[in-house]
């Protein structure tokens, strides 16, 4: 199996624990004082709504990296470009509110692993130009 598969599966868990049972607990990696997602969101200055939004968007690029990374490789690059974008806003969120790097952790390496999907062409089984 191509890295590639091993880093779609792995941030599309991580994503999805993080969105499905992991939503309203407390943990760690929460930014501020925040105990569940929801007051995490609220200590960046964000909404619900933008919340809900932000949640349904990345549970539904968790699942196509999940797709993707079991059956449909040529889901893998576009949905970890997106995913990206939305891991750097995470990785924005926690630097704007002076969180350490233990909240800021976990975005930074799904935004790493990501990157490595979308740019090293090696992982896809492309050749190079």
Not at 24 to 42: L, T
Not at 76 to 91: D, T
Request: one cysteine or more.
């Amino acid at each position: 199996m191509k890295l590639s598969k091993y880093l779609s599966l792995l941030v599309s868990l991580v994503v999805l624990s993080a969105w499905s049972f992991r939503l309203n607990q407390p943990s760690v990696f929460r930014g501020g004082d925040a105990v569940n997602m929801s007051e995490e969101f609220a200590v960046y200055g964000l909404s619900d709504s933008v919340m809900i939004s932000v949640g349904i968007v990345k549970i539904i690029l968790a699942l196509l990296l999940l797709v993707g990374g079991l059956k449909f490789p040529a889901l893998i690059k576009p949905s970890a470009a997106v995913m990206s974008l939305f891991m750097i806003g995470a990785v924005y969120f926690h630097i704007s509110i002076s969180d350490g790097i233990l909240p800021t952790l976990p975005a930074a390496i799904m935004l790493l692993c990501c990157l490595l999907i979308v740019f090293n062409p090696k992982f896809l089984g492309e050749k190079r130009s």
